[in-house]
């Protein structure tokens, strides 16, 4: 050691955000121009305006041009960015490269190797699921489709390998590209994809639990209350089933048993046991525990379905304005870098229903965000108050 000192650069990033001149102090007003182009900036591109942004916030032509730009901001491929740190922070799809899997276990000694001879859930088949969820909100964010398509469709973004993983016949090549699903596919949507399948199991098995807990999280924005204190482990439930291997599904419902856990489980678990289909890793699976798996149920809300394609067009069909609002909320808060909070719900309540009457576009949300009074505008602090400052979401 040389006795030199070094220190680690931030990794953090401050924007100060100023408002119109004018505006009284304690009350809410339009940011200026400037900052409407760093925050508009920070939310599509995860960087600073450019020049063109910058120009016309010093003649104050933004807010006019807002829709223009947005546009233009879409088509660069900066906006890459919004689609890779979205969707990481959103479907956790980021998590996908770090969640431990042993895929070994998951897919048992008889596990027959890919193309390349392997089993193994390695670096870059993860990479490889991670961007097949980019590639599909991508899809639907440059063409404007509905978010309704977010929960189901007849297409997906595969290459070879992810397509055999997933038994989509037909399918050649190593660039990911959109590839009409046969129609009798439990594919389409984000909730089939590796990436949630994935990041909602356990290292050697699935979880049900988890998987019902990310649909209702993030797909129809009703997440369940925190588990009450006490509450006897799933694993306990093992004990009622004296030698044999029980299905998850069994030991799930012996788990509901208990009233303690009833009420939160039968929201969960009819929605993650719908997707017990899939492995750890994705993969399909007519049995567990060498016993066929039974995919259907009921809903909280006393909707019926009898396997993961029907739970899909029922959520797509029924839920809609869930899913709607869902997605509102998750987007505007990656945009503002906070929570909804009690008086954001106007603004939630209208995006909402735009896209109800519009088709559910994503260009409605987007806008509807963009537009919205928490980021068009702040509160102005009283007079020798600290300077407020806004930190960026990490990348």
Known sequence: MTGVQTCALPIFLFRVESSETGAAPGRHAPIDEWSLA???????????????????????????????????????????????????????????????????????????????????????????????????????????????????????????????????????????????????????????????????????????????VFILDNILGTPPPPAPPNVPDLEEARKEFKGREPKLSEMLAAHRSNKLCHSCHSRMDPLGLALENFNALGGWRDTEARQPIEPSGVLITGERFADVRELKRVIARDRAADVYRCFTEKLFTYALGRGVEHFDSHTIDEITRRLAEGGGRMSIALMGVIESPAFQRKRVPPAGAAVSAVAPREP
């Open 38 to 212: 760093s925050r508009l900036s920070y939310f599509l591109w995860s960087s600073l305006p450019d020049d063109e942004l910058f120009a016309l916030a010093g003649r104050g032509e933004l807010r006019r041009n807002l829709r223009a730009q947005v546009d233009r901001m879409l088509r660069d491929p900066k906006a890459q960015a919004f689609v890779r740190n979205f969707t990481g922070q959103w479907l956790q799809a980021r998590d996908v490269e770090s969640v431990p899997i042993n895929a070994r276990v998951v897919l048992g000694p008889g596990a027959r190797p890919n193309r390349d001879g392997r089993v193994e859930f390695d670096g870059t088949f993860r990479r490889l699921m991670r961007s097949e969820t980019e590639a599909y909100f991508e899809h639907i964010l440059r063409e404007d489709r509905s978010l309704l398509e977010l929960v189901d469709s007849d297409y997906a973004f595969l290459n070879a390998k992810l397509a055999e993983h997933y038994g989509v016949p037909g399918v050649e090549g190593d660039d990911l590209r959109k590839v009409a699903l046969p129609p009798d596919s439990p594919r389409g949507g984000i909730i089939t994809q590796g990436t949630v399948l994935a990041v909602t199991s356990n290292p050697t098995r699935t979880s049900p639990v988890k998987r019902g």
